[in-house]
């Protein structure tokens, strides 16, 4: 034997083989979440930075019944 493992699925390195090992599933999560929120942050930054608002005078006409209601 040359000092490997019998068998697979160890998760441990072989580098004279060129196997790789799998990154964790939960650092996985949490890898793709923070990409997410980082892109959904950079995407907020460029609508405040770019993104200018319009401004308009608004006149709502509001019925004399609404305003003195009968008693």
Request: hydrophobic content about 45%; proline content about 7%; aromatic content about 4%.
């Amino acid at each position: 034997m040359n000092g490997s493992a019998s068998h697979n699925g160890t998760g441990q390195d072989n580098s004279r083989t060129g196997a790789k090992r799998d990154m964790p599933t939960l650092f996985r999560l949490i890898v793709i979440i923070a990409v997410l929120a980082g892109l959904v942050y950079g995407s907020m930054l460029a609508l405040v930075a770019f993104v200018e608002p319009q401004t308009a005078e608004i006149s709502v006409r509001v019925p004399a019944d609404k305003l003195n209601p009968p008693r």
